[in-house]
């Protein structure tokens, strides 16, 4: 587990303080607030449509927000154009210029700035270089790849060193083993400069694998923000649990503290809300904590339930499991790996003793959402 870079007591580096954009009737940011640290990597992950590329506008000024703050290290910059911010910010699209060499396009800032073009020069090949395409600076980007182009966008926006980097969903347009790559070596070249850095994404994997932090967003609003394994193993509500990862969703009734009703089946799970007796509430499951191995009829939440059906899955099998005594659509998918499909001859159609261990199960208020 990595160490968390921020302190209790440290100063955050970029804090957000009750931000709202509206567009017309429409609210695309309701009051967010939210404290980024120094040298933290933070996702905004979430739909289509639910602010994060918004909120990211706003921090770099491309489109100012209707109200709130906006603090970088300190300085205020609610209201200050793009060109007066520290930022380096890459697009989806590479924005790179057709007709410049790679040279020319990492070092565009630069020229910009009146450096002289010795140390134009030097910066661009170590830049280059830190990007893994020492020997592209001579090549347009017509000739290079979609991942290396992302690369040199990427070496362009680190060129004038900024404070903040700012990803808007890089990787969405390369193929996916192109976008595994090249999440490994962002992060590690982020590992390696120590800055800033906002990553717009709406893909889970992505977010989990390159975040210190992870900011869920819906509809406006930030939902949750964690660790990675916060968001995953402990998410906020049914909108985190549903749009990290697979979950089960299953329909219970509060029968007592730390005591639910799931159909015939009376559970003990862990109740950190406040729903009385009889009140609806919604469990959530991940179908890799669904416990089939050595499970005893004494154990907590023990359950029968019959194989529906298998999908292999490589290293895993998927598995839809109907409980004892419903007639309806299975209740539960749970993932099994193959080790453990093989040893315990698991196949359609057969009868399974399995567990939900109480701490694994999540409880929301309310019934579970229609998809």
Same mark, same amino acid.
């Given at each position: 587990?990595?160490?968390?870079?921020?302190?209790?007591?440290?100063?955050?580096?970029?804090?957000?303080?009750?931000?709202?954009?509206? #567009?017309?009737? #429409?609210?695309?940011?309701?009051?967010?607030?939210?404290?980024?640290? /120094?040298?933290?990597?933070?996702?905004?992950?979430?739909?289509?449509?639910?602010?994060?590329?918004?909120?990211?506008?706003?921090?770099? +000024?491309?489109?100012?927000?209707?109200?709130?703050?906006?603090?970088?290290?300190?300085?205020?910059?609610?209201?200050?154009?793009?060109?007066?911010?520290?930022?380096?910010?890459?697009?989806?699209?590479?924005?790179?210029?057709?007709?410049?060499?790679?040279?020319?396009?990492?070092?565009?800032?630069?020229?910009?700035?009146?450096?002289?073009?010795?140390?134009?020069?030097?910066?661009?090949?170590?830049?280059?270089?830190?990007?893994?395409?020492?020997?592209?600076? $001579?090549?347009?980007?017509?000739?290079?790849?979609?991942?290396?182009?992302? /690369?040199?966008?990427?070496?362009?926006?680190?060129?004038?060193?900024?404070? *903040?980097?700012?990803?808007?969903? $890089? *990787?969405?347009?390369?193929?996916? /083993?192109? %976008?595994?790559?090249?999440?490994?070596? !962002?992060? %590690?070249?982020?590992?390696?400069?120590?800055? &800033?850095? !906002?990553?717009?994404?709406?893909?889970?994997?992505?977010?989990?694998?390159?975040?210190?932090?992870?900011?869920?967003?819906?509809?406006? @609003?930030?939902?949750?923000? +964690?660790?990675?394994?916060? @968001?995953?193993?402990?998410?906020?509500?049914? #909108? @985190?649990?549903?749009?990290?990862?697979?979950?089960?969703?299953?329909?219970?009734?509060?029968?007592?503290?730390?005591?639910?009703?799931?159909?015939?089946?009376?559970?003990?799970?862990?109740?950190?809300?406040?729903?009385?007796?009889?009140?609806?509430?919604?469990?959530? !499951?991940?179908?890799?904590?669904?416990?089939? %191995?050595?499970?005893?009829?004494?154990?907590?939440?023990?359950? %029968?339930?019959?194989?529906?059906?298998? =999908?292999?899955?490589?290293?895993?099998?998927?598995?839809?499991?109907?409980?004892?005594?419903? &007639?309806?659509?299975?209740?539960?998918?749970?993932? #099994?790996?193959?080790?453990?499909?093989?040893?315990?001859?698991?196949? =359609?159609?057969?009868?399974?003793?399995?567990?939900?261990?109480? =701490?694994?199960?999540?409880?929301?208020?309310?019934?579970?959402?229609?998809?």
């Amino acid at each position: 587990m990595q160490e968390q870079k921020h302190m209790a007591d440290a100063p955050p580096y970029l804090r957000i303080e009750q931000l709202k954009k509206q #567009f017309g009737a #429409f609210s695309a940011l309701k009051d967010i607030s939210l404290d980024i640290f /120094r040298g933290e990597f933070v996702c905004f992950l979430g739909p289509s449509g639910c602010g994060k590329t918004t909120l990211l506008r706003a921090i770099a +000024g491309l489109d100012i927000q209707t109200s709130g703050r906006i603090f970088q290290d300190g300085r205020e910059i609610s209201n200050l154009p793009a060109s007066h911010r520290d930022f380096g910010i890459v697009f989806q699209s590479y924005a790179l210029f057709p007709n410049l060499t790679v040279s020319a396009n990492v070092g565009y800032g630069l020229v910009s700035r009146g450096m002289p073009k010795v140390e134009i020069n030097t910066r661009v090949d170590e830049l280059l270089k830190l990007v893994g395409l020492p020997d592209s600076g $001579p090549k347009y980007p017509a000739q290079l790849s979609g991942g290396m182009q992302q /690369r040199v966008a990427l070496a362009r926006a680190l060129a004038l060193s900024p404070g *903040l980097l700012l990803l808007d969903e $890089p *990787l969405s347009a390369l193929d996916a /083993r192109v %976008r595994a790559y090249l999440r490994i070596e !962002i992060r %590690r070249l982020h590992q390696r400069l120590g800055v &800033t850095t !906002i990553m717009v994404t709406h893909d889970q994997e992505e977010a989990l694998t390159m975040a210190d932090r992870i900011v869920v967003m819906n509809n406006g @609003v930030i939902e949750q923000v +964690g660790t990675p394994v916060e @968001v995953y193993r402990k998410p906020a509500s049914a #909108f @985190v649990a549903d749009f990290v990862g697979t979950t089960n969703f299953l329909s219970a009734i509060v029968l007592r503290p730390g005591c639910v009703r799931f159909g015939a089946i009376d559970l003990a799970c862990d109740i950190d809300i406040q729903p009385g007796p009889g009140q609806n509430v919604t469990l959530a !499951i991940r179908p890799e904590d669904v416990v089939v %191995r050595n499970v005893q009829p004494t154990m907590p939440n023990c359950l %029968r339930v019959r194989v529906a059906e298998i =999908e292999f899955l490589g290293a895993f099998c998927r598995v839809d499991l109907a409980v004892e005594g419903d &007639t309806g659509k299975p209740a539960l998918v749970a993932d #099994f790996s193959i080790n453990v499909v093989r040893d315990l001859s698991i196949t =359609e159609g057969m009868d399974l003793l399995i567990a939900l261990p109480p =701490e694994r199960i999540r409880v929301f208020p309310g019934a579970p959402q229609q998809p």
